[in-house]
């Protein structure tokens, strides 16, 4: 259903803001160098770059669902409202993520607890987002015809569930399918 997506799809947007605070390392130096001596830092330029990558694909995706359904006067204002309330929350995990990039500690290795402190506390975040943003969802699913709500209902770029390789994470991050933000 078109909730169910829509909760994956704030999963997605949410899953910036904990990657950005267990920035991934550097890759490793030449073969034959100890690894903890050959490491470099986390590039902050391109973890910020990720943060702002995230709600641009948010921005794209929504921009791609209004073009694709083809509203009318009617579905338009309610699009709009599930838009601001998808993107505001793109908006808050963008600065979140900017914000964890700025005092991470690339000589400081997180622990186990650490990631799943950071874990928790991004999941906490989605799912206020994804509560926030169910009732301007509903209105505008219901005022979809069934084509476009058979259309709405489509994983994002009609695929059904196969990798095509690569970073198949949608606007906010986890998996491709999710893409309603």
Known sequence: TSSIAALVAVAIVGATAAWAQTAPEAPKGPPGKHAEHSRMAPDPQRAKNFCADRYARAAGHMAYLEAK??????????????EQSVMGSAQKNRDTCVANVAIAKPDV???IIDREVKMEAALSARLDAMKA?????????????????AQFNQPFGGHHG?????????????????HRM
Not at 136 to 148: G, I, M, R, S, V
């Open 109 to 111: 290795k997180p622990t």
């Open 69 to 82: 359904l083809d509203l009318n006067a009617t579905q338009k204002p309610l699009f709009a409202k599930w």
């Open 162 to 178: 196969g990798h095509r390789g690569g970073d198949d994470r949608g606007p906010g991050g986890d998996d491709h399918r999710m």
């Open 133 to 149: 943003q169910r009732p301007a969802l509903e209105a505008f699913y219901a005022a979809l015809t069934p084509d476009q709500q």
